[in-house]
């Protein structure tokens, strides 16, 4: 959209980037004790006020109406479409980006008036992605002269990991499942697309001679239809000096040995079972599917050498809290 926009789509759209950006600024604000609560909050207004924006350029009327054509109202203002409504009427059913936007739409009401810490670290990843898709659909949708990136900066970490565990609370436990469940609704495509759930490796850069427009911090977008981006991934894990000996499949089992792990925590169970489990919750694709290896990653991935299937140890856990601890 190069041409003026009007001034109904401007002010949406204003309100929109304010309040993508105060949300980044809060979720990288080291003092905040209740991160993903407010992150979430103002991302919902922020992808609210973007796709009213769209749809008012597009001329789409936006608001309820009565039964008798008039239109609904609040304290006088016309009743625009919640983030819900918009979202269904732009985005596929399976698009990730939508699936994305809907799990923090029913996150909202889970942890607006909650503090609940534990939640930063289990969202990291859709919480990326739902402002990388802010971004990509601002740019996309109202022209590069919008774009946040310019103005926003990575967050230093004094910590080289996440693996760090604090005590998680009850309530903290409810919500953390309730978002493996929907999770585990999901398409294997879909939660693992970085639409949904954006991934990323930090790597040490290591150099000698560095230029004054060099960072320290770069990203590399992972897009395997896209050669140039392809040959920047390569170059990056390349350029990795710490020396790993590799070990094939560590921290993965086979199917007999997910069973040998359920046994020990008392739970004896047959391999026709699991398989019945794989189906039900489909982690994985049948044997006739020509993509072998479109798994949810959490759960599973495909061993290409050996042409067939491993799991993981969270894989035995969610057995344990879905079928077994009922």
Same mark, same amino acid.
């Given at each position: 959209?190069?041409?003026?926009?009007?001034?109904?789509?401007?002010?949406?759209?204003?309100?929109?980037?304010?309040?993508?950006?105060?949300?980044?600024?809060?979720?990288?604000?080291?003092?905040? $004790?209740?991160?993903?609560?407010?992150?979430?909050? /103002?991302?919902?207004?922020?992808?609210?006020?973007?796709?009213?924006?769209?749809?008012?350029?597009?001329?789409?009327?936006?608001?309820?109406?009565?039964?008798?054509?008039?239109?609904?109202?609040?304290?006088?203002?016309?009743?625009?479409?919640?983030?819900?409504? $918009?979202?269904?009427?732009?985005?596929?059913?399976?698009?990730?980006?939508?699936?994305?936007?809907?799990?923090?739409?029913? #996150?909202?009401?889970?942890?607006?008036?909650?503090? #609940?810490?534990?939640?930063?670290?289990?969202?990291?990843?859709?919480?990326?992605?739902?402002?990388?898709?802010?971004?990509?659909?601002?740019?996309? +949708?109202?022209?590069?002269?919008?774009?946040?990136?310019?103005? /926003?900066?990575?967050?230093?970490? #004094?910590?080289?990991? #996440?693996?760090?565990?604090?005590?998680?609370?009850?309530?903290?436990?409810?919500?953390?499942?309730?978002?493996?469940?929907?999770?585990?609704?999901?398409? &294997?495509?879909?939660?693992?697309?970085?639409?949904?759930?954006?991934?990323?490796?930090?790597?040490?850069?290591?150099?000698?001679?560095? $230029?004054?427009?060099?960072?320290?911090?770069?990203?590399? +977008?992972?897009?395997?239809?896209?050669?140039?981006?392809?040959?920047?991934?390569?170059? &990056?894990?390349?350029?990795?000096?710490?020396?790993?000996?590799?070990?094939?499949?560590?921290?993965?089992?086979?199917?007999?040995?997910?069973?040998?792990?359920?046994?020990?925590?008392?739970?004896?169970?047959?391999?026709?079972?699991?398989?019945?489990?794989?189906?039900?919750?489909?982690?994985?694709?049948?044997?006739?599917?020509?993509?072998?290896? $479109?798994? +949810?990653?959490?759960?599973?991935?495909?061993?290409?050498?050996?042409?067939?299937? /491993?799991?993981?140890?969270?894989?035995?856990?969610?057995?344990?809290?879905?079928?077994?601890? +009922?």
């Amino acid at each position: 959209m190069n041409r003026r926009l009007p001034r109904n789509v401007k002010e949406l759209l204003d309100k929109s980037i304010d309040s993508a950006t105060q949300a980044i600024s809060t979720y990288n604000d080291p003092r905040s $004790s209740f991160r993903t609560g407010n992150f979430t909050v /103002l991302m919902i207004i922020a992808w609210t006020a973007i796709t009213h924006a769209y749809l008012e350029y597009k001329k789409v009327n936006y608001f309820y109406k009565e039964k008798n054509g008039r239109y609904k109202r609040i304290d006088g203002d016309k009743m625009a479409w919640e983030l819900s409504r $918009s979202v269904k009427e732009i985005f596929d059913t399976g698009d990730p980006i939508r699936k994305n936007i809907e799990l923090f739409i029913k #996150l909202r009401n889970k942890i607006e008036h909650r503090n #609940l810490p534990a939640l930063d670290k289990e969202l990291i990843g859709e919480s990326q992605a739902l402002v990388l898709n802010f971004e990509d659909w601002l740019i996309e +949708k109202f022209g590069e002269q919008y774009a946040l990136i310019d103005t /926003l900066f990575v967050p230093i970490q #004094l910590s080289r990991s #996440l693996k760090r565990t604090l005590p998680v609370s009850k309530d903290e436990t409810s919500v953390i499942n309730f978002v493996k469940d929907y999770r585990g609704l999901l398409e &294997a495509e879909v939660e693992n697309s970085q639409q949904y759930s954006f991934k990323a490796y930090l790597i040490p850069k290591i150099g000698n001679h560095r $230029s004054s427009s060099d960072l320290a911090i770069e990203f590399v +977008k992972y897009d395997s239809d896209n050669p140039q981006e392809m040959e920047k991934y390569d170059e &990056a894990i390349i350029a990795i000096k710490e020396k790993q000996v590799p070990v094939a499949n560590i921290n993965f089992l086979k199917p007999s040995m997910v069973l040998e792990k359920l046994k020990e925590e008392g739970y004896i169970k047959t391999m026709s079972w699991h398989t019945d489990m794989w189906h039900k919750y489909k982690v994985r694709p049948t044997n006739d599917t020509k993509n072998r290896s $479109s798994c +949810k990653s959490e759960y599973c991935v495909y061993d290409k050498p050996h042409n067939d299937y /491993l799991y993981t140890d969270a894989w035995v856990q969610y057995l344990i809290e879905k079928e077994l601890n +009922k």
